[in-house]
């Protein structure tokens, strides 16, 4: 039998919210049965680290027959990749002194501040705010397929009156639009008339495969995303690892608990009736493999001691042999880091770098060794360097804080 | 690994054909040791096997050291790799633990010890050239796109033993594609 959204709304009503323990102590049982039925689960929580903890709980308890559906909705947060770089990704500086807008139409930003996260799965850097609804699907690896469930997003997206909606060659959904249609939502991309409204990502295990996508519906934010996702190191950074691909993005215009009854229609389609159906809200937060992964989400390790290795210079090199915007004074910045920690970091005046050999890698520096997110004011760290570039230190360590920003620390106090 | 080279249905026929060839790897030396007996009957070091998860293992002769990498099979259905996620040297794990990762279309996808093993040396070279992976999956010497040389304990060499020679791991990638 079929479920009408509105049928599967009322049941969502009905069924009490889960407690802590219900949702995954059902599937530990539905684990034991020999049919394992699908599972729909929707989280009530805005927090970003909770709810992709919660989503990695149900890949690794799930039976591994069975097929979930897990619908979430964060308060404003950029999450990164799971091998991306934060300091290319994303504007640190801008991103700790900005607070978003949590309701659509809402012109005051509220006292909201953007979280950083790093997701487990892999692909690029999205923004997510309570205009926007993440879908996952956890299947066995035997039925994955990259398409298949942003399908059955898109599906759901055309019964609500989006007919524009497909899946493009990047497994993303796009909205084809008419161009004499009012882009004013848009990120400022006028003329161009396809959009992102979805980006897919994955993660493959050897038991479970999931697929999870974000949904833009309503976010008041669009106009901030832009500038939020450039970052000013990029000039000057090498990366190992995975880069983002730009695309313009647009709201659908659909409610969030229309979009979430939409859905899970769609995935009963699929699927047939959910065998467990199941509110989860911030309480999840105390079942052991959702706090171990909390504490793992919200570890300045995991944030930003995850990156891959990158090169940093202030001027061309072989590596890297980019023109380099002007800087605010006369000097010589580079280093590496693996895993967040500074190796081969020389700061010279220029004028000598021209003479002398620019790394002096047999005196190693005060700073190697030093975690890019344990600096909290490079002013302070570049004085500790010395030598006759000490009256650069000010200038320089301004501008690298201008670069990397200050606020690593704040993201462990949530 | 099994999930994606097992999902992904691989819509490219030459999987299989790159299969069948002989492997192309045969750069490593040949231990011959005469006046040493082999525990086993025949020498293991000639061979190298496969787990379902489609992971390789060479054993050396000595029964003690081994190198491990992903299979053409694997290499081929992932797409292009853009970042490989290193195992963590000195790490002992246990058959089937997660020892690292790659990322490939979005995707990020673990990689399995074949054996219980203790990681000695990744191959640091595929961090800058993460295509080795795709290019090369099967080549264990230098400049190939083998993950990491490890040590295996008396529980590893008898885990090795139920690993799946070339042959049958041929007729085992043979019935994914159904």
Redesign the interface.
């Known amino acids: 039998m079929l479920l009408s959204p509105s049928r599967l709304r009322g049941l969502g009503s009905r069924v009490p919210p889960c407690s802590s323990f219900r949702p995954f102590t059902a599937a530990a049982a539905a684990a034991a049965s020999p049919t394992s039925k699908p599972q729909v689960y929707l989280s009530r929580s805005r927090n970003p680290y909770l709810n992709l903890s919660v989503e990695h709980h149900l890949l690794q308890t799930t039976p591994p027959d069975s097929t979930v559906l897990f619908l979430y909705t964060n308060r404003p947060c950029v999450v990164i990749g799971r091998n991306q770089n934060p300091w290319l990704e994303v504007n640190l500086p801008l991103l700790s002194s900005l607070t978003a807008r949590t309701k659509p139409g809402d012109h005051e930003p509220a006292p909201t501040t953007i979280d950083l996260v790093r997701r487990r799965s892999g692909g690029g850097t999205v923004f997510h705010d309570p205009g926007n609804v993440n879908y996952s699907v956890i299947c066995p690896p035997e039925s994955f397929d990259r398409d298949k469930h942003a399908e059955m997003v898109v599906r759901a997206l055309r019964g609500l009156g989006v007919p524009g909606a497909r899946v493009n060659a990047r497994h993303d959904i796009v909205v084809d639009v008419d161009v004499d249609v009012d882009v004013s939502e848009s990120d400022g991309n006028h003329g161009a008339n396809t959009f992102k409204i979805s980006g897919s990502a994955y993660k493959l295990t050897r038991l479970r495969s999931l697929h999870h996508g974000t949904c833009l519906l309503s976010s008041p934010n669009l106009g901030s995303i832009g500038p939020l996702l450039r970052s000013p190191a990029e000039p000057f950074i090498k990366a190992r690892g995975v880069e983002s691909v730009r695309s313009p993005v647009r709201n659908v215009g659909v409610g969030n608990g229309e979009f979430e009854d939409a859905v899970v229609a769609e995935f009963a389609k699929m699927y047939g009736d959910p065998d467990v159906f199941c509110e989860v809200g911030d309480e999840a937060g105390a079942v052991d493999g959702v706090e171990k992964g909390m504490k793992e989400l919200l570890s300045r390790d995991w944030i930003y001691g995850q990156t891959p290795l990158f090169s940093f210079s202030t001027y061309p090199t072989e590596d890297d042999p980019r023109e380099r915007p002007s800087l605010p004074s006369d000097f010589h910045l580079s280093f590496e880091a693996r895993h967040g920690q500074l190796s081969k970091f020389t700061f010279v005046n220029a004028s000598s770098a021209g003479h002398v050999d620019i790394p002096s890698s047999s005196s190693s520096s005060p700073l190697d060794g030093s975690r890019i997110y344990d600096v909290e004011d490079w002013t302070d760290a570049l004085r500790s360097y010395g030598g006759t570039v000490n009256s650069q230190a000010e200038t320089a360590g301004r501008w690298l804080n201008g670069l990397f920003g200050t606020g690593h620390a704040k993201t462990q106090l949530r | ?4 080279a ?4 691989a819509a490219r026929p030459s999987v299989l054909s790159t299969i069948s060839k002989p492997i192309a790897a045969t750069s490593r030396p040949v231990f011959y040791r005469p006046t040493q007996r082999c525990f086993s009957a025949t020498p293991i070091s000639e061979v190298r096997k496969y787990t379902k ?1 489609h992971e390789w293992i060479d054993l050396h002769a000595d029964n003690k050291t081994a190198v491990i990498g992903i299979s053409e099979y694997a290499a081929e259905a992932l797409g292009d790799v ?2 490989v ?1 290193l195992p963590e040297e000195g790490a002992t794990v246990a058959q ?1 633990d ?1 020892i690292g ?1 790659v ?8 990689i ?1 010890a074949p054996v219980s093993l203790r990681i000695v040396q990744s191959n640091v070279e595929l ?2 050239k ?1 295509a080795k992976i795709n290019r090369v999956p099967e080549d264990d010497a230098a400049g190939g796109g083998w993950l990491a040389r490890v040590e295996v304990d008396e529980q590893g060499l008898k885990e090795f033993e139920g690993l799946l020679d070339l042959e049958a791991y041929k007729e085992f990638t043979a019935t994914l594609h159904e």
């Open positions: 690994m099994a999930s994606i097992r999902c992904v249905r998860d853009v970042y996620e089937g997660s990762a990322e490939s279309v979005k995707s990020a996808s673990d399995n961090e800058e993460p």
